[in-house]
Structure formats: C-alpha cells, structure tokens
C-alpha cells in the first residue's frame, strides 16, 4: 500500500482515471475502436497535414521500431483511418493521408478533452489553477 499522501500514486490514480474517462467516452462515440497509438498517431498525421509524412516519420515521432510501425499503420489501414499514396517525388516511399472518417474520429477526441478539462477545472479559481501548473512545474523539474 503507498504511503499516505504520496505525491506518485496520487498523480498516477489522477491520469488513469482521466484516461478511463476519455477513453469511455470516445470509445462510445466512435464505432471505430483505436488504440491509444493509433489515436497518438491520428492527431500527429492531423497536426501535420500541410507536410508530406511517411512510416519512418512516425518511427522516428514515437520512437517505435519499423515493425511495429509497419502493423499499427496496417491495422490502421484496414480500419479505414489511413491511406498510403504514392509519392512521386520518390517512388520508394508512400506519403501517410488521414482518412474523412480519421479526421472525424479526431475532432471528436479534441471535443472529449476539452470536455474533459472543462471538468477538471470546475470550481477551481485561476489561482488554484495558476498554483497547480507552478508545482506541477516544480516536481517535473525535480524528477527530470
């Protein structure tokens, strides 16, 4: 059991239990079902969508090695969330395209966080909440 008023578990318990709302809430209003690497790799390929990406940038993005690059984006591919098209510039390689139906999924999630935080806030003053981002800052310099 951790100690009382451990600094760790009380963030750790904190992030699970705003992922398993995030989670439930896309999840029941997707009728696509993503892995958090595919949604990670969702919102990276929603972000850069003015640039040409290909499999090795998301290796190099999230650190993942070739294989497991290979099948997360497969899986993806079969769900309908992305498309590799051929890149002329360079025949060898194919350019990463976010599907219409990955692009919805994503401003869903978007709306969900936001949502999200709308909660974690209420009833918070700016002060608390300018409090909770300074020592936030403090223990991350701490731990890095």
Not at 15 to 43: C, Y
Not at 48 to 61: G, L, V
């Amino acid at each position: 059991m951790p100690p009382k008023n451990a600094i760790g578990f009380e963030i750790k318990t904190l992030s699970n239990l705003i992922k398993r709302r995030i989670d439930l809430n896309i999840a029941q209003q997707n009728p696509v079902e993503l892995t958090s690497m595919q949604g990670w790799i969702i919102g990276y390929l929603f972000d850069h969508q003015d640039q040409d990406i290909f499999q090795r940038d998301i290796e190099a993005r999230f650190n993942i090695r070739r294989s497991t690059a290979t099948g997360v984006l497969q899986r993806m591919e079969k769900k309908g969330l992305v498309r590799r098209e051929l890149y002329p510039q360079d025949t060898r390689l194919k350019k990463l395209v976010l599907t219409s139906e990955a692009i919805d999924i994503h401003e869903n999630v978007i709306k969900e966080i936001d949502r999200v935080e709308s909660r974690l806030s209420a009833g918070l003053t700016r002060s608390e909440v300018d409090t909770f981002f300074s020592l936030i800052a403090k223990i991350r310099k701490n731990i890095e």
